[in-house]
């Protein structure tokens, strides 16, 4: 299901080039768009901070080139107004909706490409985003909703989730020797943060035929072509989804994940150096 959901997604809702497909002088910046769910035509021109998170997910899926221009996008907003607004209009280069309630999204796709590249470049972006909190959040007694990202005025709030997840991953961004970053597969974290150990008994599938399934015993029924058809692997076509880990194509890793013509090419869509 989550492989159709992903080629859907890449299908109707992707727009310019692919990431990995960087054709100078012929390429349009890649970017995500809103849909008719009925007629697949553009509904809007805006994305949320929300949709952030999408690059962490494309780690995870192993899509590490998307990954890596999706985040280049939503960072380009970041380093525009030094915060995320609520929502911004990239047919229009500017935001529709502007407040900025410290939410997540971003540092935490931020965290997953530096665990999944130990690309230095995101430990900058981590340390942008901390300076740029420090200035224009920071308050008396925590760190206040940025009202406007273009006034920096405050609301009289902190949301929850500041501390559970933002602060969360701005902290594991940088503790590279923090037990969760160590042994990374030993632990899952849930959409909000939580980070939960993970049981050896959960590492397999769940059957018809009496419970947990080990890697070891679904190894044995897919080479003896078994009856349990259901444990067959996904399909792992370009189409479907990249659910083995790519290699990225940027060496060494001291460079930029992006070349300076592509990432002008996303700031450009973005209007960061408009004035």
């Known amino acids: ?12 809702l992707k727009k310019g080039r692919a990431c990995d497909e960087w054709i100078p002088g012929l390429s349009n910046a890649p970017h995500y768009v809103n849909i008719d769910m009925t007629s697949g035509k553009i509904s809007n021109h805006w994305v949320d901070s929300l949709s952030a998170f999408f690059a962490g997910l494309q780690v995870l899926v192993g899509d590490i080139s998307e990954a890596i221009c999706t985040h280049a996008f939503f960072y380009s907003i970041w380093r525009r107004y030094q ?3 609520e929502r911004f209009d990239w047919n229009s280069k500017q935001p529709t909706v502007l ?3 410290l939410r997540p999204e971003l540092i935490e796709s931020t965290y997953l490409l530096y665990q999944a590249t130990h690309n230095p470049f995101y430990l900058h972006v981590g340390s942008d985003i901390l300076e740029s909190l420090e200035k224009h959040a ?9 009202h406007s990202v273009i006034d920096k005025s405050h609301e009289d709030r902190m949301e929850s989730f500041f501390l559970s997840e933002t602060s ?4 594991l961004l940088f503790d590279k020797d923090n037990v969760v970053n160590k042994k990374a597969s030993d632990y899952l974290f849930t959409t909000e943060g939580h ?17 947990w399934m080990h890697s070891a015993d679904i190894s044995n029924c897919m080479n003896n072509n078994s009856h349990v058809q259901h444990l067959q692997q996904p399909s792992r076509n370009r189409n479907a989804s ?34």
């Not at 049981?199 to 035929?209: A, E, P």
Request: with cysteine; charged share 20%.
């Open 168 to 171: 969360k991953y701005l902290y």
């Open 1 to 12: 299901m989550f492989n159709e959901f992903y080629h859907s997604i890449m299908q109707y």
């Open 83 to 85: 915060s995320l607004p």
């Open 195 to 211: 980070i939960i150990k993970i049981d050896s008994k959960f590492r397999g599938l769940w059957t018809d035929y009496g419970g």
């Open 242 to 275: 990249k659910m083995q880990c790519e290699s990225p194509r940027f060496l060494p890793w001291y460079d930029l994940p992006l070349s300076r013509e592509e990432l002008g090419q996303i700031e450009a869509l973005v209007g960061l150096h408009q004035t």
């Open 138 to 146: 920071r308050d008396r007694c925590g760190y206040s909703t940025i």
């Open 99 to 101: 407040f900025y309630p």
